[in-house]
């Protein structure tokens, strides 16, 4: 069969037409998949490159379900730190009030009546008064043999408790616990006033004379308090060495027994009165310490415990091995008993807050605040981690943003240029087809000449 030959000018729009109708369907092709590069044969460097790229931004954005869930678990442990200081701050409450009572078992001791009725009745002064005026050392004459006997007061003198005139100086030895009160004044005008404010500067013990007569004595705190009375004819440091020693008589004369204790006088002790109050106090301290325990039991998540000493892995980057990057925690274990808050009990017990003891109500104040400082330490922490793995996170997502957005940038196409183009190449299209049919009008032309 003979082939068709075209002219010239037909061949040349016809071309031209095919041209530009495979261009449109390249363009067609780009606005329906939106991308330039759908395969290596389009631009190898760009279609490889950007797989790259997606496929690095799809592993980081799979590593960010895994530092959520690390921010969560940090989250949860800050929250039951955040729990665990409120409960320790209850459990100050409880001990300030316990503090706040005003304690039955003081160390305390009442001596003999230091006046009487008959000493009432010459001076028409209470007992209690002829008792504080009472002179300590035997007064010049009311007694002119100065022979250690105490004088009775008169409607003109006050009267002494007897203690020789040859001791000049007084001292005082009060020892409460583990602190011991020393003191020293001369003797001479010294009255029974001035013993009891001596004692009551001590800070370890009070005084004062009640309406009997009677000096008491009584500690500022639960512990036993020894306390002793002295004189010395040469100087005050010898009167306080007679007060603390064993065998004196001196005691007697202020109404205590001399020598029945490890002092100069018999120990004050606990009067062994249970405050009711501490008492209910105790249950309420020791059940808010057992929700320490459970608190920090329950700060988990996903299965794992910062408060309960487990380790939590984040990871932060797509690489294995040395080139991995993630932030490793190491929780810590939190329990009363390593916040160094033991059990309150109504009694003395060797690992127990004895909260009928002043002492070991303080020892309770000073552990609590050291779990506040632990629990300050290791909230610090856990919001020094937080902050890396929130950081860390906004960091994945942008930089998985940039990676989708560079990936793109290779192979996709632009809607606008592309759209223009088509536009143009339609326009182009029309043109062809124009000029495609004035080349065959031209060819025939020719037949007229038959015509």
Known sequence: MASTILSSGVRNNLLTLQQTTAQQSVIQNRLATGRKVTSAIDNPVNFFTSQSLSDRSSQ?????????????????ASKGIDGITKLVQSLQSTVKQAQADAAQNRPTKAGTALSSATEAAVTSKSLKDIALDKR?????????LDDGIANAATASSSGDLGIVEAQTFLGLSIT??????????????ATVRDVVNEINKSGIATAFVDEKGQLNVKGTGSETVAFGFGTSAVDGAGAITDAAAVGTNNNTALGFLANDGAAATSALTSSNITSAVRSNLIQQFNDIRDQIDKLAKDSSFNGINLLAGDRLSIIFNEKTGANQTKLDIQGSTLTSDNLGIVQATNTQLTGFFNFQNDLDLDKATAALTGSMTSLKSLASTLGSNLSVAQTRQDFTKELANVL????????????????????????????????????????????????
């Open 60 to 76: 980081l954005t799979g590593l960010l379900d895994g530092i959520s869930n690390g921010i969560q678990t940090i989250q949860a």
């Open 404 to 451: 989708t957005t560079g990936a793109g940038a290779l192979v996709l196409a632009d809607p606008n240029e592309e759209g223009a183009s088509l536009l143009a190449l339609n326009t182009r299209q029309q043109l062809s087809q124009t000029a495609l049919s004035l080349a065959n009008q031209a060819d025939q032309g020719v037949l007229r000449l038959f015509g």
């Open 136 to 144: 300590i050392r035997d007064t010049t004459g009311v007694d002119v």
């Open 176 to 189: 409460a616990g583990t602190t011991t009160y020393t003191a020293s004044f001369p003797s001479a005008n």
